[in-house]
Structures are given as structure tokens and as C-alpha cells.
């Protein structure tokens, strides 16, 4: 047996939409003790995983199968501003999206998209209310939770 070669599980989740429509997985592929530092989420073809936000995160997103669309609301004033991204497996960039930026992310394809982000400072099941659920109707009528 070779030294230091270490072999460990790595844990998967099912995801849900809010209706309890199961829309893809979410897998935890690096951590650091209770901290992940890298997952990858993964959602089935026109599925949408969302809407939410993060109080204490930022993340840095970049799609290695498929396409997604990320949809961007962000606080001015009292309402959200609405923005859109495009991430495409066939023509790599990342995408950083800062604390307190509510995040929905769609598969705009016909196979399964593939996610991943690196979360700034590492998603830590420590922190209560860290995320925040949004439905549209809320960000549209400039709810803040």
C-alpha cells in the first residue's frame, strides 16, 4: 500500500424544488473537516434550483456540462434588481457573485447541467440562517427577509 493515499465517501444530496419536485443533486467534493469547500450541484434539463441568499457567502460558479442560466437579484433602495447570466460548459468563464445577492440557477438545456462553486468563506453547517429561501413573487414585490 502506497503512504499518505487516503480514500474517503463523498457525500451526495438530492435536490427539490419548492413545489418537492426533485430537480437535480448536490455533491460535496473537497472539505475541510465540517467545511466544504467545493461542491458541485447538478440540475436535470430545464429544471431551476432557487431562488436564494446568502448573508454570510459569496460565490464563484463555473459550469462544466451543460448550459445554465443564473438569474442575479440584487438589493437598490427598496427593490431588487434583476440580472442575467449565461455559463456554458463549451465556452468556460466564472462567475463571482458577492453576499446578499438572491441566486437562481436554470438548466436552459436538454441534458443535465453541471455546477461548480467554490463558496467564500467554505459553506460551514454551523451557521444557522445563513441562507435565505426567495420565491419570485417575493423578490419581485421587494420582499426582504
Not at 106 to 130: C, Q, R, S
Amino acid at each position: 500500500m502506497i503512504d499518505r493515499i487516503s480514500e474517503e465517501p463523498a457525500k451526495k444530496v438530492l435536490t427539490h424544488d419548492h413545489g418537492g419536485k426533485e430537480n437535480g443533486f448536490l455533491i460535496e467534493l473537497f472539505k475541510d473537516g465540517d467545511k466544504t469547500d467545493v461542491y458541485l450541484t447538478a440540475a436535470s434539463p430545464g429544471a431551476f434550483k432557487g431562488y436564494h441568499l446568502h448573508r454570510v457567502r459569496a460565490a464563484r460558479y463555473m459550469c462544466v456540462k451543460g448550459t445554465m442560466r443564473i438569474t442575479l437579484y440584487s438589493r437598490s433602495g427598496d427593490r431588487w434588481l434583476r440580472e442575467e447570466h449565461v455559463l456554458d460548459a463549451g465556452s468556460p468563464k466564472r462567475l463571482f457573485i458577492p453576499k446578499d445577492v438572491a441566486t437562481g440557477l436554470e438548466n436552459t438545456g436538454d441534458e443535465e447541467a453541471w455546477l461548480i462553486n467554490y463558496p467564500d468563506p467554505p459553506y460551514d453547517p454551523g451557521l444557522k440562517d445563513e441562507q435565505v429561501e426567495y420565491t419570485l413573487e417575493e423578490l419581485e414585490q421587494g420582499v426582504v427577509k
